[in-house]
């Protein structure tokens, strides 16, 4: 039995020696490499933060006190000792451990938390309610994994040191997001060296200029000429200044592998009040056998060998996000106005390869949506074509800065949304359901969904070429169902127009992007069972097709919309909008993601589950012709 396996809530890690925290430091390692390399998960952040988490718990009284993190993948090892070690191995499974914190799974879940920057301001609540309901505990907000680069820990941190709450944040400095962290905060803090003079004089200072010979400095005035040296002094020597200025207390830089050290200084600083800042550096993957790379073990898929770090089994077909990336550098040869922008993820886009090739068109600004939305519509004034990848989930965290930077003003910027749809084991917080309805309903927003991966590359060239305004083009994180040429022997795909891939009589689906696939095989089986249904690929819900939908509306009662995404206010909504206006008698259903959170599950699974595969798309139609044929007969 290992010391991890004797650890069944925090109190148990309060009873171990220093010795023996080590031990467990390294039994939480080996088992999270075990365990992520066959379930999958985002391992690097979680490696990184092992002792800083046994720290964390050995030093405040947790549950009673609240630790609050953010980018919730930082929370593997948390998971472990707080009673979830033997399930971890359901990890980002069906009905199984979540891959981010879940309040839902665990009281020491504080706060739910899948993207970044969310754990000050979340603390600060924490604190603030406490405060008013009279209770007596610590908040820890745990910040990291390149969350400053993020706008939210900024609006935190000001207005967290302006409360003078008693709130502790710990700033988890590994220099990375996903990819190296960028920004002049970055360089900032991986400038400084730990300097522990300016944190062992401090006290002492303070205590002579308040105290010294029994308050006659103060009386004297010297108590301020000595504020004024220990202003000069902490310019000097130490990286603090910064969060010293926001209001808080500043301590560190921390080795963030040292279990003794970090459980003296949180002991320290829990002793304290007002805003408290512990500046800990890690190191991102810290331990894992196949070698320390910087994105490559952000996080894994499932299946693999952790000593090399290879699939045991490769993955077939190519990525969406290969196809974007390989067509977006091949279209950047040809056209010098096109530049790429992420937030943090060139990899996880694949605009790295863009990048490689065009290292002064590829801008990454950090985990930074609305900056880099803005951004982009700064760049589309100056005649540049800016395309911005960033995950349907992240963007929505710019939605202001897509209405009021580049809609309203009508630039040509081009939105790629990565991982739109049903992601599988990411789960509740990463779902990429909502971008179809909330840019549906954005004055001059193009909306579009290719139904494969050379779909995709036509669309791509056309919303470059687009002068129009804004042009959204949204897809799956899964394999593109095709072989796809180079970007120039792609067509353009026309604008605004979609394809009828099926035709028949009485129902007609309107299906879009990954919905066509299934709608097309969906009536192949139909076909053989005698039902006849036609099917159309959407490709652009916004603007539609007119000419075809009246031929649709002219030779079908029955139309059932189909997308990968959320039913209310969807594409459906809209069409059924749309179909009302032009023909009353035609009925409208519509088929997508139901109106609730999707837990962790595979992507086949969670597609099985809400009817979005064939085999529910069929037994959908054959409802609705049930109904048809029911109704004539009566």
Not at 52 to 71: G, K
Not at 96 to 119: C, N, P
């Amino acid at each position: 039995m290992t010391i991890l396996d004797r650890i069944h809530s925090p109190h148990d890690v309060r009873r171990l020696n220093a010795d023996e925290l080590k031990i467990l430091a390294e039994d939480i390692r080996a088992r999270l490499i075990d365990v992520c390399s066959r379930t999958g998960g985002h391992i690097g952040a979680g490696l990184g933060v092992v002792e800083l988490t046994i720290a964390l718990h050995a030093a405040f009284e947790t549950p009673r006190d609240q630790l609050v993190w953010d980018v919730g993948h930082q929370g593997y090892p948390h998971k472990l000792l707080t009673g979830r070690n033997e399930g971890l191995e359901t990890l980002r499974q069906e009905n199984g451990i979540s891959g981010f914190l879940k309040r839902t799974e665990s009281e020491y879940d504080v706060f739910g938390a899948g993207h970044a920057a969310t754990a000050i301001s979340a603390a600060l609540g924490v604190a603030a309610g406490r405060d008013l309901r009279h209770e007596d505990f610590k908040v820890v907000a745990i910040l990291g994994d390149g969350a400053l680069t993020c706008g939210l820990a900024y609006e935190g941190l000001n207005n967290a040191g302006h409360s003078e709450r008693d709130v502790i944040v710990v700033l988890n400095d590994n220099e990375m997001s996903i990819a190296p962290n960028v920004g002049a905060i970055s360089k900032y803090l991986t400038s400084v060296q730990r300097n522990s003079l300016y944190n062992r004089v401090r006290s002492a200072i303070g205590d002579l200029a308040d105290n010294g010979a029994g308050g006659l400095f103060s009386s004297m005035g010297f108590g301020t000429w000595v504020r004024r040296w220990e202003e000069s002094l902490k310019a000097l020597l130490t990286p603090g200044v910064l969060f010293e200025e926001l209001g808080f207390r500043y301590f560190g830089p921390i080795d963030g592998h040292d279990i003794d050290a970090m459980i003296e200084t949180f002991t320290a600083v829990r002793s304290l009040g007002g805003p408290r800042l512990v500046h800990v550096r890690t190191q991102k993957g810290k331990g894992f056998p196949a070698g320390e790379s910087l994105e490559k073990w952000h996080a894994l898929p499932p299946d693999h060998d952790p000593s090399t770090g290879k699939l045991r089994h490769a993955a077939s077909g190519t990525s969406y996000q290969k196809v974007f990336g390989k067509a977006l550098t091949e279209l950047g040869a040809k056209d010098e106005r096109i530049a790429a922008i992420t937030a943090a993820m060139p990899s996880g886009t694949s605009t790295d390869l863009f990048a490689k090739a065009y290292p002064s068109r590829f801008f990454d600004v950090g985990i930074a949506e609305a900056h880099a939305v803005t951004f982009a519509a700064g760049l589309a004034t100056r005649g540049v074509r800016p395309v911005v990848a960033i995950y349907s989930t992240f963007l929505q965290r710019a939605y202001d800065s897509i209405i009021h930077d580049v809609a309203i003003q009508s630039l040509p910027v081009v939105f790629c949304l990565d991982r739109a749809g049903l992601v599988g084991e990411d789960g509740e917080t990463h779902m990429g359901l909502y971008d179809i309805a909330y840019l549906l309903a954005v004055p001059n927003v193009t909306v579009t969904a290719p139904k494969d991966g050379r779909e995709l590359v036509g669309l791509l060239r056309t919303a470059i070429a687009h002068e129009g305004g804004p042009f959204s083009i949204r897809y799956p994180r899964d394999a593109a169902p095709d072989s796809v040429p180079t970007a120039t022997e792609v067509e353009p795909i026309p604008y605004g127009t979609w394809e009828v891939l099926h035709h028949g009589s009485e129902i007609a689906v309107l299906a879009t992007g990954t919905m066509v696939r299934p709608a097309s095989q969906a009536a192949d089986v139909l076909a053989a069972e005698g039902l006849r249904i036609t099917v159309v690929n959407c490709r652009f819900m916004k603007p539609y097709d007119e000419v075809t939908l009246a031929a649709v509306l002219a030779n079908h009662t029955r139309v059932l919309v189909v997308e990968e995404g959320t039913i209310v206010n969807g594409f459906g909504a809209y069409m059924s909008t749309v179909i009302a206006r032009q023909d009353p008698s035609v009925r409208v259903a519509v088929h997508g993601v139901p109106d609730r959170i999707i837990p962790a599950a595979s992507r086949a699974r969670q597609l099985a589950l809400t009817g979005l595969d064939a085999t529910g798309i069929a037994s959908r139609v054959r409802a609705l012709h049930e109904q048809e044929s029911e109704a004539v007969a009566g």
